[in-house]
């Protein structure tokens, strides 16, 4: 088990899965409050860095490309106070980060976890029904219909048009961006046979925001469209062959127990990082 405790949340990885709990910290990101915990399967991750900066730095979790409709539909554009998948960490915590990160990447490496694109989702996105207001308008979505409805900040063409619905099964696609620069934030809906899109604050399947960076909620219901969406389904590669679990949990075991001796100081840094490249060596072999 390895844990990590700090203002900005808390993250605990048991070997099987990576439980993200947003921190009561008052400066942490609404985004953040408003998705609530993440429990990400291991084989949902790509990969764990700490990235040190001069007040402490981030513990960042990189998911496989196809695991998580969250991630897939912010392509990265989510920054750090809004990303669930990246944890402040303060000066005094370093050490503890750099192990969290240690611990994981060791495991990922004991199974052999698949970096490559997911065949289906792994995490579920959020639960429905869900609701986000941001700039120009008001998104709902119930798991099977959108509805879009204006703010007094809505151009004249969109008032004029009215509140918009669209059946999931009428949505060809979801694209979402945060407000850069001069330009909008925006959360667009693709319609099948509908043209192309029309600038965002005149198009009435998208809702724009000028002011907020991340829009409210905006990202969390896209992701919630885009999980219930039907999706291209990449080839995989083959399943381990038979048996390699048991190699897989009994080098595990192996290391959880060198993890133990070295915290405990009967071994030192350099004989536990040895008898892991070992335990790492076999696994290989096998």
Same mark, same amino acid.
């Given at each position: 088990?390895?844990?990590?405790?700090?203002?900005?949340?808390?993250?605990?990885?048991?070997?099987?899965?990576?439980?993200?709990?947003?921190?009561?910290?008052?400066?942490?990101?609404?985004?953040?409050?408003?998705?609530?915990?993440?429990?990400? %399967?291991?084989?949902? $991750?790509? @990969? =764990?860095?700490?990235? +040190?900066?001069?007040?402490? &730095?981030?513990?960042? *979790? #990189?998911? /496989?490309?196809?695991?998580?409709?969250?991630?897939?539909?912010?392509?990265?554009?989510?920054?750090?106070?809004?990303?669930?998948?990246?944890?402040?960490?303060?000066?005094?915590?370093?050490?503890?980060?750099?192990?969290?990160?240690?611990?994981?990447?060791?495991?990922?490496?004991?199974?052999?976890?698949?970096?490559?694109?997911?065949?289906?989702?792994?995490?579920?996105?959020?639960?429905?029904?869900?609701?986000?207001?941001?700039?120009?308008?008001?998104?709902?979505?119930?798991?099977?219909?959108?509805?879009?409805?204006?703010?007094?900040?809505?151009?004249?063409?969109?008032?004029?048009?009215?509140?918009?619905?669209? %059946?999931?099964?009428? $949505?060809? @696609? =979801?694209?979402?961006? +945060?407000?850069?620069?001069? &330009?909008?934030?925006? *959360? #667009?809906? /693709?319609?099948?046979?509908?043209?192309?899109?029309?600038?965002?604050?005149?198009?009435?399947?998208?809702?724009?925001?000028?002011?907020?960076?991340?829009?409210?909620?905006?990202?969390?219901?896209?992701?919630?469209?885009?999980?219930?969406?039907?999706?291209?389904?990449?080839?995989?590669?083959?399943?381990?062959?038979?048996?390699?679990?048991?190699?897989?949990?009994?080098?595990?075991?192996?290391?959880?127990?060198?993890?133990?001796?070295?915290?405990?100081?009967?071994?030192?840094?350099?004989?536990?990082?040895?008898?892991?490249?070992?335990?790492?060596?076999?696994?290989?072999?096998?």
């Amino acid at each position: 088990m390895a844990e990590i405790a700090v203002p900005d949340g808390s993250w605990t990885f048991n070997g099987e899965t990576l439980r993200i709990v947003p921190g009561s910290d008052k400066n942490v990101h609404d985004l953040r409050r408003t998705l609530g915990e993440v429990v990400v %399967p291991r084989d949902a $991750i790509a @990969g =764990v860095a700490f990235e +040190p900066a001069r007040k402490g &730095g981030h513990l960042r *979790l #990189r998911l /496989r490309k196809g695991a998580d409709p969250l991630s897939d539909v912010v392509a990265g554009a989510l920054g750090a106070p809004a990303d669930p998948y990246r944890l402040a960490v303060p000066k005094n915590r370093v050490g503890a980060a750099e192990y969290f990160a240690d611990e994981v990447r060791d495991t990922l490496t004991v199974y052999q976890t698949p970096t490559g694109p997911c065949e289906d989702y792994v995490l579920p996105g959020p639960d429905v029904p869900i609701t986000a207001t941001a700039g120009d308008g008001t998104v709902f979505f119930d798991g099977e219909r959108v509805r879009l409805e204006w703010t007094g900040f809505a151009d004249d063409k969109k008032e004029k048009a009215g509140p918009q619905e669209y %059946p999931l099964s009428d $949505i060809s @696609g =979801v694209e979402w961006k +945060p407000q850069a620069g001069m &330009g909008y934030g925006t *959360l #667009r809906f /693709r319609i099948k046979g509908e043209g192309p899109a029309k600038p965002p604050q005149k198009d009435k399947r998208c809702v724009s925001w000028g002011v907020q960076r991340y829009g409210g909620a905006t990202a969390l219901v896209a992701a919630a469209v885009l999980a219930r969406l039907p999706r291209n389904v990449p080839e995989l590669p083959p399943p381990p062959p038979p048996g390699a679990d048991d190699v897989h949990d009994a080098v595990l075991r192996r290391l959880a127990e060198l993890g133990e001796l070295h915290r405990s100081g009967v071994l030192t840094d350099e004989e536990f990082a040895l008898a892991k490249q070992a335990m790492i060596r076999r696994l290989r072999q096998s």
